[in-house]
């Protein structure tokens, strides 16, 4: 048996560092939602589990080869962020250990968000986002769900289109991500993406779908020039999903892409010509990161 | 939600025949959809969604039939295909 528990990055020397944690999946509900549990085939593969912590490191902080978003690896924010990874095969394979299931629709690894909390506080952690890493037979596909702020405690207003919301210090239930440990390209950064982002002030959603309204999405035909104004900083829309373009029976539309000839990361990344790694953020998503970040990095 | 690779996508098409690009986009949008809203929340909780939006998508239920459904016509000849190769590989 082994348990090995690792700081990939320090972080802020503070009680409640901003707090990524990269956790080896003890078990999977299989089907998701069924009550059935099943050891994860990760389990007894250490190795394996240590190159997709280190994969999901270096495409959050823009260490892929080639890779242009490098967000998270600002000197502002990267040496304040603490990253852990946690490995222990020692577990039962029971339901408050499964931190994954295996959707029966679909080949999607589901985090089971509602057990993170418990799960992670028997080894003393709190984290704001958490990828559960999976080696499923037969489930491959990456799936995320965004923050449960703690909208009873404090954080950072600032303002949107749809009025005051507020970068909240802390969570009730943390970023989620059920990943695969043979991700690669920009998933892991697609899937911090939503996580980071929160259910109550301002998600961020899947743009290579018509995606309902959100803090990067918006609806309407004609596209307007505008796309939205935050905290009093106007942002343009991408008029034609440049890289891309609008299927004609979509109401969704994005906001300005910083570089207009690739798709944006929170789009189709694998329908970049120059590679996925060579996708960036559009605008306002990161702003929006970015302030949500410091917010946190800043927490008293 | 990790987006389909395009060969995933032409995979589909090529081992469902019955299987139309229209329902390959249909399901991508109501799984995508799944993790848009707080599954620990009434839908009301979101500030970014109007009801008649809600109102467009269905409920909760009604998307999750709907993706089962869809499931089945697009993966389940290479289900069939899979189960009887490793069937026959025994």
Known sequence: MAFVEKVMRVGATKPNPFTICIVANPALEAPWKSGIVIPDPIMGQLAAFQAAATY?????????????????????????????????????????????????????????????????????????????????????????????????????????????????????IPGTVGIHATACSLTALHEFGHAVSSYSNGSIVDLYVDSNPALNN??????????????????????????????????????????????????????????????????????????????????? | MQPLKPEQRRAILENSPQAQPADIDEYERLLSLRFAEDPDQEPAAAPDHTAQERALVGSQEEREARLKQLHAKLFGASENKKAKTAAAHG
């Not at chain 1, 418990?118 to 003393?124: P, T």
């Not at chain 1, 037979?137 to 404090?154: F, K, P």
């Not at chain 1, 029976?249 to 690739?262: A, F, I, K, N, T």
Request: proline residues 6%; aromatic residues 12%.
């Open chain 1, 56 to 172: 999901i490191d270096s495409a959050l902080f823009g260490l892929l080869p080639g890779q242009k978003e490098v967000l998270l690896a600002d000197p502002a924010i990267l040496p304040f962020i603490r990253v852990l990874s946690l490995y222990d095969d020692g577990l039962s394979p029971a339901l408050a250990n499964a931190l994954v299931g295996q959707d029966s629709s679909s080949f999607l690894l589901v985090a089971r968000r509602n057990v993170f909390v418990a799960f992670l506080s028997r080894y003393e952690i709190q984290a704001d986002v958490v990828y559960a890493v999976s080696a499923s037979v037969s489930h491959t596909r990456a799936s995320a769900w965004c923050t449960t702020d703690d909208d009873a405690g404090d954080g950072i207003p600032f303002m949107v289109d749809f009025g005051q919301l507020f970068h909240r210090f802390n969570c009730t």
């Open chain 1, 218 to 300: 918006k609806l309407g035909r004609p596209i307007p020039a505008g796309f939205a104004t935050y905290n009093a900083t106007p942002f343009a829309s991408d008029g034609a999903r440049d890289g891309i373009g609008y299927p004609s029976d979509w109401r969704s539309y994005h906001c300005e892409l910083v570089d207009s000839s690739r798709p944006a990361v929170m789009d189709d990344y694998y329908q970049s010509t120059t590679g996925p790694e060579a996708c960036l953020h559009d605008q306002i998503t990161k702003r929006f990161i970015r302030d949500r970040l410091l917010a946190k990095i800043n927490r008293p």
